[in-house]
């Protein structure tokens, strides 16, 4: 073989002579001995089947044969099988003696199998209130296989109430055999009671047409309240009373209250001024009187003489008039409080010289051209209040500025003031009605009457105011020390003069006059209000030069020289030593006519 007497054992190929080895016979022959390589048995069991998820290793991967060598396999061993079904193992040998061994394959199928899915046994928990947190008692699955269970919602959670579902998964210590497995229940979560109390102070509430609303207060606090009126979701306005059920609204909350609102009728407060006096022959009163309730009031008469219709008293004689204003209230205002008042009827109470008497028919008494008329059925009283009759007579005729200095009462007027301290300085007319009714011996002074005289005067021109037909007048009272404006009257012409007619309520000295402000002596601008030597001192310095007057100089510092106590009103539109002395002389009070 190949040359050697010795039979080849490996495997290989091998040049053959072969030659006859006989005493008789010769021969030989070559050819080629081939000697094929063995291929190795392999044994392979089929594994026991797997579980999706296992991982091949030494338990499935275990081909054996009886020659030396090394296997390989594929899918290689760490390969996770992840697909159920039959999976295919193929084993590669690769002999140590590649001379004399090929190189081997098997095969085996290996069944992987789904992964068993634990049972989990959960029972639906009882309910539970809100508030209760997930617990041991509630999260209690269970299964046979060893593992762990997991919950969501996880144990401590407060669930809402309502029907709620809670989860359990559990994950098996053999992760190989087993697969995480979960399962749900639903547990009812009832709501939880909470405590409502109704305010107190809002059931008792009173009448003011505004709806009257209950409120409440929840424990937990800030629960919304729903509030019923009577079965009626709008809060009543109207005084009654009416059952209130007030309701917790909440996703997890419940609980109710019950109470009655009580509304009250309001008070209510008549406000009645009527006048505090009148004068005996006036018009009708009317009552006029208010409740803050704004419902009508009521009047009736309780003493006196006075008659009512409505709202409109008639005076029927002289005393005190008793009025009560009422009003009885209604469903929503209690009734008021009476309200009376007492208008004091008099004959008319202004107090002056003069005589009374009963006249029953139209008087006129006249002086010069001017009148004074005293309406019908007007009584006269004396102090006494004794009624008097008998003609009358006036004590005086009217008066213009060029007479007023002979009577004792006009020259008072002249020296009187307006209300805005203006000085008179003129009389377009005046008359002092001052009346004797009677005679001789029976003569009295009128000293009231129960009604306004008309009393027509003629008016002169006074300096440079002059009256015209159709201008305004306004005609002044003098009380003794000033003139108060009375009321104003249209001028009119008649048998060639101008005349106004005026309403002479009480008896005094009346007249149209005519005011001027008066200069005051005050120049100096030291913030006093009275005349001072400063005053004096600064018309001095203009006097002589040393400073220029101002407009208030000229208005006030030309004072001198005086007529009749005080500046004239036709001034020399300048300041002199003059006015410097009359102005310290005012400063010190040696003048103080003005």
């Known amino acids: 073989y190949n040359g050697a007497p010795t039979t080849p054992t490996s495997a290989g190929s091998y040049t053959v002579i072969a030659m006859v080895s006989d005493a008789n016979y010769q021969g030989s022959s070559t050819g080629t001995l081939m000697i094929a390589k063995a291929t190795p048995v392999i044994t392979w069991t089929v594994p ?25 396999y594929t899918p290689a061993a760490g390969t996770q099988l992840n697909t159920t079904g039959n999976q295919q193992l193929e084993a590669t040998f690769t002999p140590t003696d590649s001379v004399n061994y090929a190189t081997a394959t098997a095969g085996v199928t290996l069944v992987v199998n789904s992964k068993l899915i634990p049972a989990i046994t959960w029972a639906t928990p009882a309910a539970i209130s809100y508030g209760t947190p997930l617990s041991a008692t509630q999260l209690n699955a269970t299964t046979s296989v060893p593992g762990s269970f997991s919950y969501t919602p996880a144990a401590g959670t407060v669930l809402d109430a309502g029907t709620q579902t809670v989860t359990a998964t559990f994950t098996p210590t053999d992760t190989v055999t087993y697969a995480s497995s979960t399962a749900g229940v639903t547990i009812t979560i009832n709501k939880a009671s909470a405590a409502i109390t109704l305010d107190s102070a809002t ?14 207060t929840t424990i937990p606090g800030g ?33 109710s209250a019950t109470g009655t609102l009580t509304i009250a009728s309001a008070a209510q407060v008549i406000a009645f001024n009527p006048p505090a006096s009148a004068i005996y022959g006036d018009d009708p009163i009317t009552l006029n009187a208010t409740s803050d309730s704004g419902l009508p009031v009521a009047f009736n008469v309780v003493s006196g003489p ?49 005589t009374d008497g009963l006249i029953k028919v139209p008087v006129t008494v006249t002086s010069d051209d001017s009148q004074i008329s005293i309406a019908k059925e007007t009584i006269l009283l004396d102090d006494s209040n004794q009624p008097v009759s008998g003609p009358l007579t006036m004590a005086s005729a009217m008066q213009t500025l060029a007479s007023l200095q002979s009577s004792p009462a006009f020259k008072a007027a002249f020296e009187g003031q307006d209300e805005s301290g203006n000085s008179l300085v003129g009389l377009a007319a005046s008359i002092d009605i001052s009346l004797t009714a009677g005679s001789g011996a029976s003569a009295r002074k009128v000293k009231k009457f129960s009604k306004a005289m008309k009393v027509k005067i003629r008016l002169t021109n006074t300096l440079s105011k002059t009256y015209n037909d159709g201008d305004t ?15 104003s009257a249209t001028a009119y012409a008649d048998n060639g003069g101008i005349y106004i007619d005026m309403s002479v309520p009480h008896l005094s000295l009346w007249g149209v006059p005519l005011f001027k402000k008066l200069p005051s002596g005050k120049i100096a601008g030291d913030g006093v209000t009275a005349v001072t030597i400063a ?37 020399k539109g300048a300041i002199n030593v003059g006015d410097a002395i009359i102005i310290l002389q005012k400063s010190l009070g040696i003048v103080n006519s003005w």
Do not use: M
């Open 48 to 72: 026991t089947a797997v579980y999706t998820g296992s991982t091949l290793g030494s338990a499935q991967l275990n081909a054996t044969t009886s020659i030396p060598g090394s296997f390989s």
């Open 203 to 216: 059931l008792n509430q009173t009448y003011s047409a505004s709806a009257k609303a209950v409120t409440a």
């Open 223 to 255: 629960l919304n309240v729903n509030f019923s009126y009577n079965n009626s979701a709008t809060a009543p306005a109207a005084a009654g009373s009416y059952p209130v059920v007030a309701t917790i609204s909440d996703a997890n909350y419940t609980g």
């Open 306 to 354: 006075g008659s009512l219709n409505g709202n409109t008293l008639t005076i029927i004689g002289a005393g005190n008039i008793v009025v009560k204003a009422s009003q009885a209230g209604n469903t929503n205002h209690a009734a008021a409080a009476d309200v009376q008042a007492t208008i004091a009827v008099v004959i008319n109470t202004s107090v002056d010289t003069g």
């Open 473 to 487: 007048a306004d005609y002044y009272s003098f009380n003794g020390a000033n003139w108060a404006f009375e009321d």
């Open 535 to 571: 005053d004096a001192l600064r018309a001095l310095h203009i006097a002589v030069g040393l400073i220029a007057p101002t407009e208030n100089d000229l208005a006030n510092g030309d004072v001198a020289p005086l007529e009749n106590g005080k500046p004239k009103l036709v001034r």
